[in-house]
């Protein structure tokens, strides 16, 4: 069964920081590249960062290049996000899965990440 369960999210101030995880089913996580995603209110869903199956390489969106950086556990099917020097524009709902993944995957809860003094 396809699970996705995704934790580690808040309220935090600007310059704050948050750890993110994702616990993936073994059927998903095992050989696949995961990926980190987010959506803020009234935009799209959006690539964050994404680790390849093996961890590396890794690759960010501009926008977080050198705040964030996406790990993950194979031993424990789970990926990670730490996040550093967090903005107002982080606020989102973040999510992961698989990368590349589309509309049509199975998608987790995600956990609400919010930025705000």
């Known amino acids: 069964q396809v699970q996705l369960v995704e934790s580690g999210g808040g309220l935090v101030q600007p310059g704050g920081s948050l750890r993110l995880s994702c616990a993936a089913s073994g059927s998903i996580f095992s050989r696949n590249a995961m990926g980190w995603y987010r959506q803020a209110p009234g935009k799209q869903r959006e690539l964050v960062a994404n680790?390849?199956?093996?961890?590396?390489?890794?690759n960010y969106v501009a926008s977080v290049k050198g705040r964030f950086t996406i790990s993950r556990d194979n031993l424990k099917n789970t990926v990670y996000l730490q996040m550093n020097n967090l903005k107002p524009e982080d606020t989102a709902l973040y999510y992961c899965?698989?990368?590349?993944?589309?509309?049509?995957?199975?998608w987790g809860q995600g956990t609400q990440v919010t930025v705000s003094s």
């Open positions: 899965n698989v990368f590349p993944a589309t509309r049509n995957n199975y």
């Open positions: 680790i390849a199956s093996s961890g590396i390489p890794t």
